[in-house]
């Protein structure tokens, strides 16, 4: 039986990824257009198959960065591969970090999704270091 804060580690970190991807969906008109003004930049003609490219691109990058996440949770609560607790907690502090930097005080009803998302995968990170969780990951796998 997972302990607690396994359990609420379970729901911050995996609330925060639907989190993240509701705000990019929010945003992915935004995305598109930097995508295609890049694409552009290149000296790729615009037109149907650039804008389909982009989509493509976009959607491929999306799909990996929730793969990684998905795998990280799962090596922290299906396998409780104690290293990926280190990892986690690192990328959730360099994601909180460069969320703040890149902050250009515009608040948008996605920034807030996105800074709860950070917080959350932080308050995530954080359940990994708690007693019940530390005998959670030295228990025999077995």
């Known amino acids: 039986m997972k302990p607690a804060s396994i359990k609420t580690f379970d729901i911050l970190y995996l609330g925060s ?15 598109m257009a930097a995508t295609n003004a890049e694409l552009a930049r290149q000296g790729m003609e615009m037109g149907e198959g650039t804008n ?8 491929f990058g999306i799909g990996i960065v929730v793969v990684i996440q998905l795998l ?5 609560s299906i396998w409780r591969a104690g290293w990926v607790k280190w990892l986690i907690a690192a990328l959730a502090l360099y994601s909180l970090a460069t ?23 932080l308050g995530a990170a954080a359940m990994l270091f708690r007693a019940d969780a530390k005998a959670w990951f030295a228990k025999d796998k077995a």
Do not use: P
């Open 99 to 121: 969320f703040f930097i890149g902050f250009g005080g515009d608040i948008t009803l996605r920034t807030v999704l996105v800074a709860a998302a950070r917080l959350m995968a």
């Open 72 to 76: 990280l949770w799962a090596g922290a």
């Open 17 to 31: 990824i639907a989190i993240t991807i509701i705000a990019t969906v929010l945003a992915w008109d935004g995305l």
């Open 52 to 59: 389909t490219l982009a989509m493509i691109s976009a959607g």
